[in-house]
């Protein structure tokens, strides 16, 4: 029989955290040991509505949390401020973070990069854990060897804090590494509405739409003379992510560095 993996979910509220807890409680070899709040500090979460017969403590402080549970696995799924804390803390009580939570900043993974390094342990942060939308981000970084012009449009349900996503700035950067930087458009090219053409990166530009009604949802294309290609991929609930956090659960144990993103893993 496989070890029992013990797992910290952090925002298990949130509409990302519930799915987390209900795949640790359906997963044979998955354990919850507790969860990161930041309500119902002291509670169990069978205590908090909508998780009955889940009798793990809450916890706020993320130390407190680890040192008592002592888990394998933290699954972050908060916000940017809370989930960098989160992760540090981890990674110095030799616990293995997987992080769905998006909008850290470069120098904030390559300080967290470092820390797993240097800890030795394993760490992963994917910017988005659904297959599909892995598959739409190889197949653009693939697609861009042979166009150079691309537009990327992000569409999110309408309470995302974060723009742009972390899924489209990852899917930047995977199509600059086979690109040399290249301004598009014009150099007369004005805005009459600032924004209009979204968001620069290394000169390809990234579109953030918010509605609600929406989940999340990314159109890449692609322009060269006389055609277009458009890779899309869309997530019509949060169970889409769920078999990429737990291959992540499962891969991180045997990690001994930070990854980012899962295009390495599922290869
Ligand atoms: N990698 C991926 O595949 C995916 C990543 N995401 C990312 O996951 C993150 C969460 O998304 P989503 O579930 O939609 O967001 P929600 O706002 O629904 O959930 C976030 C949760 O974090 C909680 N929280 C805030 N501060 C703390 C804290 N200090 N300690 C513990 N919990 C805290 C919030 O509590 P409260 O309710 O009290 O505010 C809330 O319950 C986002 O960064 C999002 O971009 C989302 C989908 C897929
Ligand atoms: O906030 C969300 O919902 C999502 N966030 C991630 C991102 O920023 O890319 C992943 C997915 O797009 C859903």
Known sequence: MNEMIQIVVAGPRGRMGKEAVKLVQETENFKLAGVLDRKNEGRLLSE???????????????????????????????????????????????VRPVVGTTGFTAEQLDELKDLAEQKGIGCIIAPNFAVGAILMMKFSEMASKYFKNVEIIELHHDQKLDAPSGTS???AEMIARQRKEKKQGHENEK?????????????????????????????????????????????????????????????????????????????
């Open 48 to 94: 908090v509505e909508g998780f009955s017969g889940v009798d793990v403590p809450v916890f706020t402080d993320p130390a407190a949390c680890f040192q008592q549970t002592k888990p394998d696995v933290l699954i972050d799924l908060t916000t940017p401020e809370k989930g960098y804390i989160h992760t540090k803390t981890a990674l110095e009580h030799n």
């Open 169 to 171: 700035i990852k899917t």
């Open 191 to 267: 805005e009459t509405i600032q924004g209009a053409r979204g968001g620069d990166f290394e000169g390809m530009r990234i579109h953030s739409v918010r509605l609600p009604g929406l989940i999340a949802h990314q159109e890449v294309i692609f322009g060269a003379d006389g055609q277009s290609l458009t890779i899309r991929h869309d997530s019509y609930n949060r169970a889409s992510f769920m078999s990429g956090v737990k291959v992540s659960v499962e891969t991180v144990m045997g990690l001994d560095t930070l990854v980012y993103g899962l295009e390495s893993i599922i290869d």
